[in-house]
């Protein structure tokens, strides 16, 4: 199987019926960048920055956040790089920030929210980002957005950053794309004015799922007991692409169900055309894209998700189509 995944690695990421598929890998430290290669994954499509804030035991410094992003980019070359801003707070707890215990982490002072009432923080991190791009493409993503007014400070705050660069002769980055996570149920009804505002977004579907069916990710108790399969949930998602399609305005999905080849395949069945995923997943979903066929599998997709629906969701159907394209 490892042989056949590997085999797979230059193969190009086409359904049988001849839909490309961009798959591209999650990362979050220097350590992951050779899988970059080793994967043949099309990008990073979600850089956690968290991840070396977690890492140390004191705030790294502008020059080592700026250093490492520059690297990340190096070793991209040509592929397209996401960052993420800082999605910390809550859970992810950084030893060096003071904060205060809070009853529902999840839901509480975490990410941008944090980010927003801390702009030297996020403006330190920002500054990094656009210095490591200089003539380059950034892409930078804002975590955790419930509100679209959100989306417009931050954006504030680039600017701010952009001409501060500008006033010392800094070099740009050639084009800068400002996207968000869609993981709070909320941006579900608002994604018309979050699309006008945004290049592109991208379905946090870990947090999405875990406040869509109110079950807390990380407890096992209730964590398996709701399908991500189920109907509510796929028709929310496919809201999603829905919307992109309208505006024109790229959609991705980088939580753990990108990496699971049953997801994967609902997913490229609900119109996602781009996912993903920790780097050992892109072999075995490139070996299930390899075999299918979209047109059909959306066609059935579709009248399932119209139906009036009973209990469960479309698993087995996902299934019983999986088994006769293997
Ligand atoms: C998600 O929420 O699906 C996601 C990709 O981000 P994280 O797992 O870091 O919260
Ligand atoms: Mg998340």
């Known amino acids: 199987r490892q042989e056949r995944y590997r085999s797979l690695r230059d193969v190009p990421s086409w359904t049988k019926d001849g839909v490309a598929i961009?798959?591209?890998?999650?990362?979050?430290l220097l350590v992951d960048l050779p899988q970059l290669e080793?994967?043949?994954?099309?990008?990073?499509?979600?850089?956690?920055t968290e991840l070396q804030f977690m890492v140390a035991s004191t705030m790294p410094r502008a020059?080592?956040?700026?250093?490492?992003?520059?690297?990340?980019?190096?070793?991209?070359?040509?592929?397209?790089?996401?960052?993420?801003?800082?999605?910390?707070?809550?859970?992810k707890v950084l030893p060096y920030i003071s904060q205060s215990p809070e009853e529902n982490p999840a839901l509480g002072y975490r990410a941008l929210r944090l980010a927003l009432d801390r702009p030297g923080l996020m403006r330190t991190q920002l500054r990094a980002l656009l210095k490591a791009a200089a003539g380059r493409e950034l892409r930078v993503m804002f975590p955790m957005v419930t509100d679209?007014?959100?989306?417009?400070?931050?954006?504030?705050?680039?600017?701010?950053?952009?001409?501060?660069?500008?006033?010392?002769?800094?070099?740009?980055?050639?084009?800068?794309?400002?996207?968000?996570?869609?993981?709070?149920?909320?941006?579900?009804?608002?994604?018309?004015?979050?699309?006008?505002?945004?290049d592109f977004v991208s379905v946090g579907s870990n947090d999405l799922f875990q406040f869509?069916?109110?079950?807390?990710?990380?407890?096992?108790?209730?964590?398996?007991?709701?399908?991500?399969?189920?109907?509510?949930?796929?028709?929310?998602?496919?809201?999603?692409?829905?919307?992109?399609?309208?505006h024109d305005v790229p959609v991705t999905l980088c939580g753990e169900m990108a990496g699971r080849?049953?997801?994967?395949?609902?997913?490229?069945?609900?119109g996602f055309r781009?996912?993903?995923?920790?780097?050992?997943?892109?072999?075995?979903?490139?070996?299930?894209?390899v075999e299918m066929d979209v047109a059909d599998l959306e066609k059935a997709m579709r009248e399932k998700l119209g139906e009036a629906h009973g209990a469960g969701g479309l698993r087995e159907m996902l299934l019983e189509y999986a088994k006769?394209?293997?």
Do not use: C, W
Request: no cysteine.
């Open 22 to 28: 961009d798959l591209e890998m999650n990362a979050g």
């Open 38 to 48: 080793e994967s043949g994954a099309a990008g990073i499509g979600l850089f956690r």
């Open 63 to 91: 020059s080592d956040q700026e250093r490492l992003y520059a690297a990340v980019l190096n070793a991209a070359g040509e592929k397209p790089v996401t960052f993420r801003t800082l999605d910390v707070g809550g859970d």
């Open 148 to 198: 679209v007014g959100e989306v417009e400070q931050a954006r504030e705050l680039i600017d701010r950053e952009l001409k501060h660069l500008a006033r010392f002769g800094h070099p740009m980055p050639a084009e800068l794309k400002i996207g968000a996570m869609i993981e709070v149920p909320s941006t579900l009804f608002q994604l018309d004015e979050l699309m006008a505002v945004l």
């Open 212 to 246: 869509f069916a109110a079950v807390d990710r990380g407890n096992a108790r209730v964590a398996g007991r709701f399908d991500d399969l189920s109907v509510p949930f796929l028709r929310a998602l496919r809201t999603i692409v829905e919307a992109g399609n309208r």
């Open 261 to 270: 080849p049953l997801s994967a395949m609902a997913l490229i069945g609900l």
């Open 274 to 289: 781009s996912i993903s995923m920790a780097p050992p997943s892109i072999g075995p979903v490139k070996a299930m894209i």
């Open 324 to 326: 006769a394209h293997s």
